[in-house]
């Protein structure tokens, strides 16, 4: 699985270290969570107008994507929206077993990174404005690594 390094205003405040946070992608029916109420949620407000920019004057919606997060430590957890029912987007960091080196790194909403930040180039890494050209499911299948079921 690629790693996806989100540099999205909300990512980045809510669980980005070096600036960004790094998602990974997987099948929202495989998710087992056990303490389930020690976890809460945040749903950031958006500014966004009707053409979809982002625009200080502009009215403020809830963002349809839901954070979780641990209640006792602050840990970021995972991303879930319910645009896209069959995805979960766990945080990296929140992982406590060895994960495999990614052979891929995303870079994704970019148009949000700031000045200061380094983004990586070279072969292993693909950018993007906003979202990547394919989910995970497309991802996994065109490097033969799809384990559907």
């Excluded at 403020?60 to 997060?69: G, L, P, Q, T, W």
């Excluded at 072969?123 to 979202?131: E, G, N, P, Q, V």
Aim: aromatic share 10%; with cysteine.
């Amino acid at each position: 699985m690629p790693d996806m390094h989100c540099y999205c205003v909300i990512c980045r405040k809510t669980a980005g270290g070096g600036g960004y946070a790094i998602n990974l992608g997987a099948d929202n029916r495989t998710l087992k969570v056990k303490g389930r109420e020690n976890i809460s949620a945040y749903r950031s407000r958006l500014r966004k107008t009707e053409s979809g920019k982002d625009e200080a004057n502009a009215k403020r919606r809830k963002s349809s994507a839901r954070r979780s997060f641990c209640k006792k430590c602050g840990s970021a957890l995972w991303v879930y929206s319910p645009d896209w029912p069959d995805h979960i987007h766990p945080f990296a960091s929140a992982i406590d077993t060895p994960l495999p080196k990614s052979p891929e790194a995303l870079h994704i909403f970019l148009d949000n990174a700031d000045s200061w930040m380094e983004i990586p180039k070279g072969k292993k890494h693909s950018h993007f404005a906003r979202y990547p050209d394919q989910s995970p499911e497309d991802w996994h299948r065109e490097h033969g690594v799809w384990k559907g079921q």
